[in-house]
């Protein structure tokens, strides 16, 4: 074929001429899948049929045609993406007017494959379970346990069994933060004083209606000594028992043994109730660890873990899904924040130290004051007092909207980008429901 020949590629119905250096430029970059399309030219013919859409395509002819690459306004992003990898084009030879929001796409694309690999996994497992669960032994046991302990919607027992557990996690965590009010807390009883004063009791046991030795002092009793009222001391043994049964029954029922270990959640779980034996020894080997503070009660702060369990009662909702996705995604902005906002705490926590002002005793006492007035937040427990330390926090402020205006728009967009793509598994899950009840009816 002469150079100077026009050859006519019919997109679709739409015809477009091209010279053949163009149309020879094409079939160099094309992968396997194009060579299909343009192998059909011969010497007998100068037409070719090409099955693409007509915007992509006219966007990729312009690139051949050395107008550059640009990427319709009008054409889905994953439509242009599978063009682009027909023809063989990589994307880096896109125009950089679109090729930042190429790359905001590819951004977007990866952070939803995470979703759907989770997704996914979740899936396979439900319905792994559901055939299991129709078979006979111990697998259709385990699998109709499992299924009641994790899919709230399953059967009316995992829904009951679901608002038992959410009840129990409620009462202990409404048991953690009353017992730390003075109103949830008691005077020690004549058992409890014995407990707390050991070997020494004998000397304080006028205080409750002993014989006092004759010219001998009776020694205060010691203060703020305190218990909790009865009924939450009732209420936390009632939960750890119910929590203990709890995860034994999840480990013994779970199907997937390497995922238990593996859960955040069940972790939780295990933990809190290391903590609450531990505590349990420790008072029993020594009953004064109850009510006097000691070495021991960061064992006693461990608790705190116990709030955790609100994650097993919210993970179904998509609002909490979303927003767990939407930092998994978002891990290297969040380090890359956090890096930001380290140096810059460092540089302005050291500037204002060596301006003079006195009211920053040191660099690291400095420190709590550049992140506060970063994060906008402005305590006023400590502030610059001089002309250079004002400017110095003037510059520091503004300098923390910048960082915040900056990486917060990333974590928004993936939260927003998550939240549309559960809604529509949420309304395609609804109308795969409706039909699978219009065929079984």
Known sequence: MAKDQRVTLNINGTKIDISNETFLEMKSRQNANAQLKLAELDSSSTEVLIERDLQCFQAV?????GRGLHMPSSVCNMEFKE???FWGIESTEMENCCYAKYISFLDDLSALAILERDEKRKLDERNTLKERSGLRGWMAIQARFWLVLEEPTYS????IYFWISAFFVIISIIGLVCGTHPNFQRGLELSEWKEFLGEDFPLYEGHFGGAVSVNTTLPPLPEKVMAHVKYLEYTEYITVVYFSIEI???FVFCPFKVQFFLSFLNWTDIFSLIVMYSKYIVNASNPKEKYTASIYDIVHCFQIIRVFRLFRLV???VGFRVMWYTLKASGMEAILMSMYLVVAM???SASVFFSGDT????IPHAFWWSIVTMTTVGYGDIYPTIPLSQTIGALTAVTGVCLLAVIIPIFVNNFMLFYCLFQSMGRQRTKTKKEEVVQSG
Request: aromatic fraction near 16%; proline fraction near 0%; avoid cysteine.
């Open 156 to 159: 009316l027992i995992a829904r």
């Open 315 to 317: 993970k179904n909702v």
């Open 359 to 362: 009211t920053f005793k040191s």
């Open 83 to 85: 063009e682009l990898e």
């Open 346 to 348: 460092l540089l302005f």
């Open 61 to 65: 002819l312009g690139f051949f045609q």
């Open 248 to 250: 034994i029954v999840r």
